[in-house]
């Protein structure tokens, strides 16, 4: 079977963010990248895939030269080859997608994973936007999958509430959630053999964006907040509180 | 020509969603401001039909359905294909949905069938000489972009639980059907059972009240504690990643960067420290209250009344005290 598995570099979940000269994105001194948390469940499903049914796990990126490192990593995880497609520029999720398309479509991939969103932008598009731009199913929010030898599919979504499940066949295209698996740390032996698998490099097409960041803002600063005690006796002040103050409840 | 503006009005099992009378107010709030025609969009099976005057209330004078017993049930590929085939025959030019689990799904596939630039999850939106400026969270609410959509057309979505749905007027709206030639082809992917996590349990993104657990809470089974105070405040349960990691509490209760994010009107952190990945996800909550013993926690840097104490004295003391308040004997 032929895998692929689209993954990011973004900053931790530690990262205090600053914004940077420009106005409209953040200053990057100082920030620890990291693969994109939710792209590890993406990676780990994509291993296990390759595990059940045999083939090749591809795994393709889109950034600076420095998104080797988390093609890398992927490839210590246990994927097969990398694709890193170049681009310095600042591009909306639009953008991205038609360029990851691009590729996508050449390489003809049975299931191709991506994290269910980016852990910077936030915005949960990439793998609705890229499957459709290829043609092809999707679904997103999975956090389970169990795919059967005749390529028909079951995947169960999480939802309001609850979750759903939804039937599909390959080709398709996976947004991971946490709880789909547990991704596995890189071996020794593997984070090794990472350094002599292929990591293609190539620029990324170009497509226009089609949204322009204004400005990007901190949120504005909370007033400081009170402590009304220290210990139970201050339970009914915090009621009244809630009740005649705040009124929230 | 005139504008025009769609908002997808979503329902599941017969019922809208609250998020979607937020979507239809705001939609029509726009319209007004940019001198738009506006319309809302139904799609299900009977139910949609039937549903569909009730958003004359919040502000639609005109609802689109498209009615088919196979949409009775959830397929993104036919629920996109729909959308953008009324976007097509009705020419429109801004839609408008919420940013659920569906809504999230749906918008980047219709903006790639319609080649609309998209501005998703927003926390506000404003006219600014004719053009919608969005605002939106992005590192989990660290910090916020304001941004313009060049594309003729536009697809914003709107977290639920920000925009004001208001009350209905009680006014039914026209309703007209559409027809969409549906083939199986369109029903690739297709949502054919709901399995619900615990019997009528409320979502923490849809709640208006959280009532979160952390370590502080020592071990699983004292979330006893959480479940009993966000039951008797009508609220949802919500936990910090350490905890979710521990394997305490299921992750679709983790509130944070990796989790959901929530901003509900009233959010309760108890025995949470206040990691940063913790207050992305929560700081847009509009009153805050922390119980925490260590009284230099960074959780109370955002709470609006916070008890610095021990929580198993404090969290009972409080059960008792609000069952007394709200007369739930």
């Given at each position: 079977?032929?895998?692929?598995?689209c993954?990011?570099?973004?900053?931790?979940?530690?990262t205090?963010?600053?914004i940077?000269?420009?106005?409209k994105?953040?200053?990057?001194?100082?920030?620890?990248?990291?693969?994109?948390p939710?792209d590890?469940?993406?990676?780990?499903?994509?291993?296990?895939?390759?595990?059940?049914?045999?083939?090749?796990?591809?795994?393709?990126?889109?950034?600076?030269s420095?998104?080797?490192?988390?093609?890398?990593?992927?490839?210590?995880?246990?994927a097969?080859?990398?694709?890193l497609?170049?681009?310095?520029?600042?591009?909306?999720?639009?953008?991205?997608?038609?360029?990851?398309?691009e590729?996508?479509?050449?390489?003809?991939p049975?299931?191709?994973?991506?994290?269910?969103?980016?852990?910077?932008?936030?915005?949960?598009a990439?793998?609705?936007?890229?499957?459709?731009?290829?043609g092809?199913?999707?679904?997103?929010?999975?956090?389970?999958?169990?795919?059967n030898?005749?390529?028909?599919l079951?995947?169960?979504?999480?939802?309001?509430?609850g979750?759903?499940?939804?039937?599909?066949k390959?080709?398709?295209?996976?947004?991971?959630?946490?709880?789909?698996?547990?991704?596995?740390?890189?071996?020794l032996?593997?984070i090794?053999?990472a350094?002599?698998k292929?990591?293609?490099?190539?620029?990324?097409?170009?497509?226009?964006?089609?949204?322009?960041?204004?400005?990007?803002?901190?949120?504005p600063?909370?007033?400081?907040?009170?402590?009304?005690?220290?210990?139970?006796?201050?339970?009914s002040?915090?009621?009244?509180?809630?009740?005649?103050?705040?009124?929230?409840? | 020509m005139?504008?025009?503006?769609?908002?997808?009005?979503?329902?599941?099992?017969?019922?809208?969603?609250?998020?979607?009378f937020?979507?239809?107010?705001?939609?029509?709030k726009i319209?007004?401001?940019i001198?738009?025609?506006?319309?809302a969009?139904?799609?299900?099976?009977?139910n949609?039909?039937?549903?569909?005057?009730?958003?004359?209330?919040?502000?639609?004078?005109?609802?689109?359905?498209?009615?088919?017993?196979?949409?009775?049930?959830?397929?993104?590929?036919?629920y996109?294909?729909?959308?953008?085939?009324?976007?097509?025959?009705?020419?429109?030019?801004?839609?408008?949905?919420?940013?659920?689990?569906?809504?999230?799904?749906?918008?980047?596939?219709?903006?790639?069938?319609?080649?609309?630039?998209f501005?998703?999850?927003?926390?506000?939106?404003?006219v600014?000489?004719?053009?919608?400026?969005?605002?939106?969270?992005?590192?989990?609410?660290?910090?916020?972009?304001?941004?313009?959509?060049?594309?003729?057309r536009?697809?914003?979505?709107?977290?639920?639980?920000?925009f004001?749905?208001?009350?209905?007027?009680g006014?039914?709206?026209?309703?007209?059907?559409?027809e969409?030639?549906?083939?199986?082809?369109?029903?690739s992917?297709?949502?054919?059972?709901?399995?619900?996590?615990?019997?009528?349990k409320?979502d923490?993104?849809?709640?208006?009240?959280?009532?979160?657990?952390g370590?502080?809470?020592?071990?699983?089974?004292?979330?006893k504690?959480?479940?009993?105070?966000?039951?008797?405040?009508?609220?949802?349960?919500?936990?910090?990643?350490?905890?979710?990691?521990?394997g305490?509490?299921?992750h679709?209760?983790?509130?944070?960067?990796?989790?959901?994010?929530?901003?509900?009107?009233?959010?309760?952190?108890?025995?949470?420290?206040?990691a940063?990945?913790?207050l992305?996800g929560?700081s847009?909550?509009?009153?805050?209250v922390?119980?925490?013993?260590?009284?230099?926690?960074?959780?109370?840097?955002?709470?609006?009344?916070?008890?610095?104490g021990?929580?198993?004295?404090?969290?009972?003391?409080?059960?008792?005290e609000?069952?007394?308040?709200?007369?739930?004997?």
């Open positions: 079977m032929k895998i692929a598995v993954v990011n570099r973004v900053p931790d979940t530690e205090r963010v600053k940077g000269p420009d106005g994105t953040i200053d990057k001194s100082g920030v620890n990248f990291i693969l994109n939710y590890e469940f993406a990676v780990e499903e994509a291993l296990k895939t390759k595990e059940k049914f045999g083939g090749e796990v591809v795994v393709i990126s889109l950034g600076g420095e998104n080797v490192e988390v093609i890398r990593k992927a490839l210590a995880m246990g097969d080859r990398g694709i497609l170049k681009d310095d520029s600042q591009r909306d999720t639009f953008s991205i997608a038609k360029a990851l398309a590729v996508l479509k050449e390489l003809s049975d299931i191709i994973f991506f994290g269910k969103q980016s852990i910077d932008y936030d915005d949960q990439m793998p609705s936007l890229v499957a459709e731009l290829l092809l199913p999707s679904i997103t929010v999975v956090v389970k999958l169990e795919i030898s005749d390529g028909t079951i995947a169960e979504r999480e939802i309001e509430g979750r759903e499940k939804v039937r599909g390959l080709p398709i295209v996976i947004g991971a959630q946490r709880g789909l698996n547990e991704p596995r740390y890189p071996s032996k593997g090794m053999a350094k002599n292929p990591v293609e490099e190539r620029e990324a097409p170009k497509f226009d964006n089609k949204t322009e960041v204004i400005e990007m803002l901190l949120p600063p909370k007033k400081p907040g009170r402590i009304i005690g220290t210990d139970a006796s201050a339970v002040e915090l009621v009244r509180l809630l009740r005649e103050e705040a009124k929230v409840i | 005139a504008k025009r503006v769609l908002t997808f009005a979503e329902q599941r099992e017969g019922k809208f969603k609250k998020s979607a937020e979507a239809v107010r705001t939609g029509r319209s007004d401001e001198s738009a025609e506006f319309l969009l139904v799609i299900g099976d009977e949609a039909t039937k549903l569909a005057p009730e958003l004359g209330g919040y502000g639609a004078e005109k609802v689109i359905v498209v009615q088919d017993d196979r949409l009775g049930s959830y397929s993104l590929t036919a996109s294909k729909v959308i953008s085939e009324v976007v097509n025959k009705y020419d429109v030019d801004y839609i408008f949905m919420s940013a659920t689990a569906m809504g999230k799904e749906l918008a980047p596939r219709v903006a790639g069938k319609i080649d609309a630039g501005a998703l999850d927003c926390t506000d939106l404003k600014e000489d004719g053009e919608i400026i969005a605002t939106r969270p992005v590192y989990a609410g660290k910090a916020f972009i304001k941004v313009k959509i060049n594309s003729e536009k697809i914003y979505t709107l977290r639920p639980n920000v004001t749905a208001g009350e209905s007027d006014k039914p709206a026209e309703v007209e059907r559409f969409v030639n549906l083939t199986d082809d369109d029903f992917v297709v949502a054919f059972e709901t399995v619900a996590s615990t019997k009528g409320l923490v993104t849809e709640a208006d009240i959280v009532v979160s657990g370590r502080g809470l020592k071990a699983p089974e004292n979330f504690m959480i479940e009993e105070l966000a039951e008797i405040l009508g609220g949802a349960v919500g936990a910090s990643r350490a905890v979710v990691d521990a305490w509490r299921p679709d209760e983790q509130v944070g960067q990796t989790g959901k994010t929530v901003s509900p009107k009233l959010y309760i952190a108890i025995g949470i420290s206040g940063i990945q913790h992305a929560m847009s909550s509009k009153v805050i922390a119980i925490n013993k260590d009284k230099d926690a960074p959780i109370f840097q955002v709470a609006d009344y916070g008890i610095a021990d929580l198993f004295e404090v969290v009972p003391a409080l059960i008792e609000l069952k007394k308040v709200l007369g739930k004997q």
